[in-house]
Each structure stands twice: as C-alpha cells, then as structure tokens.
C-alpha cells in the first residue's frame, strides 16, 4: 500500500487537524468579533470532516437498528447548530456595535470585575 | 493495512484521478484556512472562508456524502457566509479597517494551536483504530441504496429526537436573533 498515492481516512484526519488548529489560531489572534465567529465556524468543519470521515471508514454494523449514517446525521446537525450560533452572534455583535461603534473584542469589558 | 477510498469506492475511472483530485481540495482547503489566521482584513477572510467551506464540501464529496456536500454548499456557503458579510458590512463603519493583534498575543496563538494539533496527531498515531471492512459495508447495502432515501427516513425514526430539538433550537434561535437584532426607539 502507498501512502502517498491510496488516500486513506489518515489523510482526512490530517486535513482535519489542520482546520482545527487553524480554527484555534483564528479565534486567539483576532480582535474583530466576526473573525472570532469566522474560527468557531473553521472548528466546526474540521469536526465535520472528521465525523464522515471516521463514518466512511471505521463504521461497522453492530446492531440491527444502526442505519451507518450517525456521522451523517452529526454532521447536518452540527451544520445546523452552526447557523444558529453565526445568527445569535451576528445579532449580540450588531447590539455591541450600536452602543460601542465598534466590533473590537477588547472593548467589551464592561461586565469585567 | 488500512482501507483506501479506492478500495471502498467501485468507480474505476474516480480511482486513478481520486489521489490527485484529494490533494488538491486538501491544498485549498488547508492554505485558506491558515490564509485565514494570517490575513487582517475581514472581507478578505471571509472569502477565504467561502473557499474554506467550498474546499470541505469537495471533501464530502469525496467520502461519498453528496448529500452532505449540497448541505454544506447551500446551508454554509449559501447561508451562514451571507450572514458574516452582511454582519461585516453592518459592524464597521470603514470594512478595510485592521484591529492588529499584539505580536506575544499572536505568538501564544500560533503555538497552542500547534500545540493542539501534535495533541491531535500523537492520538492518531497512539490510538489503535478497528480494522476498516469494505466487505461488510458493501454487504449491507442493499441493490437501490439511496443515500439521501435512508437519511430521510433516518431523520424521521431513529433520529427523530434530535431533529426535533433541533427544529426548537432554530425557532428559538429565529425568534431571539430577530429580537435582538431588532431596531430600538430611542
């Protein structure tokens, strides 16, 4: 077997990780609130990706009722809690910049002790 | 050894272009994705977010998940990217305006996040995954198999609890996004 040449669910997790630590690395560096969002939504991909890829690969039917879509169907749901979760956060940072005319993370310390 | 998506798919044809076609969405979806951390400018980030998305997409395709892959295309590239670029354009008075990390903050960043991925990698390497069977899942596909045909009637029985806590999710989500959202009389 080639490692190179016959792609294999590695392959997809390293796809994967990369995502994930650029997802990370987004959501660290920067200060503008829709960047922020624009990470979590990175994260959730690489979660995605992993789901069908582990669905394609490993799955193995070891009860009668299992249908062999779980990946599937916990990647449409992620992909549903994320629109959800872009929305909300569209809105409280629409709110944010109404009463602060900007999206900079570091000014929203209000509440801070 | 480990299956290949060679082994599982049964398209002759897709077998031999099916390396070359992986590494080069694995390439765009990577290089955007990190084209992402390194760039300052929103608007620039959220096109390489939609070349991000689309890259995925191309990988869902890829480990048979079509229905997946117009998911993603409609419902992320479609929806939830409209709404950054419209939340861009509504949140900054000037969209080429660049709030700069501090270099320690970026610093600190870049290593967790490398950091989270040699986590991620030695659980790969260290974790001894089930051997994969195309026999097995092949042998329970039945003469007809329609992916989308199983997801729905999937949804709608084994799944049925989910998807209805999802439908309250986005209801509540609507109604609070909206209210939220809404313009206040001052």
């Known amino acids: 077997m080639n490692p190179v040449f016959d792609i294999s669910l590695h392959h997809f997790l390293i796809v994967s990780f990369a995502l994930a630590g650029a997802g990370v690395a987004t959501i660290l560096t920067k200060r503008n609130a829709i960047g922020i969002l624009i990470g ?3 994260l959730l991909n690489a979660a995605g990706v992993n789901f069908i890829a582990f669905n394609k690969f490993l799955w193995h039917n070891t009860t009668s009722t299992s249908t062999g879509l ?7 749901f992620i992909i549903v809690v994320a629109a959800a979760e872009a929305a909300v956060a569209l809105a409280i940072f629409l709110n944010f910049y109404n009463n602060f005319s900007t999206v900079d993370v570091e000014k929203a310390d209000e509440l801070k002790g | 050894m480990t299956t290949t998506l060679a082994q599982l798919g049964t398209d002759a044809g897709l077998q031999q272009v099916a390396p070359l ?3 080069a969405v694995a390439l765009v979806t990577v290089l955007s994705a990190w084209a992402i951390v390194l760039s300052q400018n929103i608007v620039r980030m959220a096109v390489y977010l939609l070349l991000t998305l689309t890259g995925v997409a ?6 048979d998940a079509e229905l997946l ?6 419902v992320y ?16 008075g000037n969209p080429f305006l660049k709030l700069r990390p501090k270099l320690w903050e970026v610093f600190v960043a870049v290593g967790l996040s490398l950091f989270i991925m040699g986590l991620l990698l030695f ?3 260290t974790t001894h995954l089930p051997e994969p069977s195309a026999t097995i899942e092949e042998a329970n596909k039945p003469a007809g198999y329609d992916l989308v045909h199983e997801i729905g009637r999937g949804l709608l029985s084994v799944y049925l609890v989910p998807f209805e806590v999802a439908a309250v999710l986005l209801l509540v989500v609507m109604i609070g996004a909206a209210y939220m959202a809404r313009r206040r009389a001052t």
């Open chain 1, 40 to 42: 979590v939504e990175l």
């Open chain 1, 70 to 76: 779980d990946g599937m169907v916990f990647t449409i």
């Open chain 2, 77 to 92: 590239a479609g929806g939830t990217l409209i709404l950054i670029v419209f939340g861009v354009m509504l949140t900054s």
């Open chain 2, 123 to 125: 659980a790969k390497v």
């Open chain 2, 69 to 74: 892959a117009a998911i993603q295309l409609i």
């Open chain 2, 58 to 63: 191309g990988m869902y395709f890829m480990l």
């Open chain 2, 21 to 23: 076609l992986f590494y």
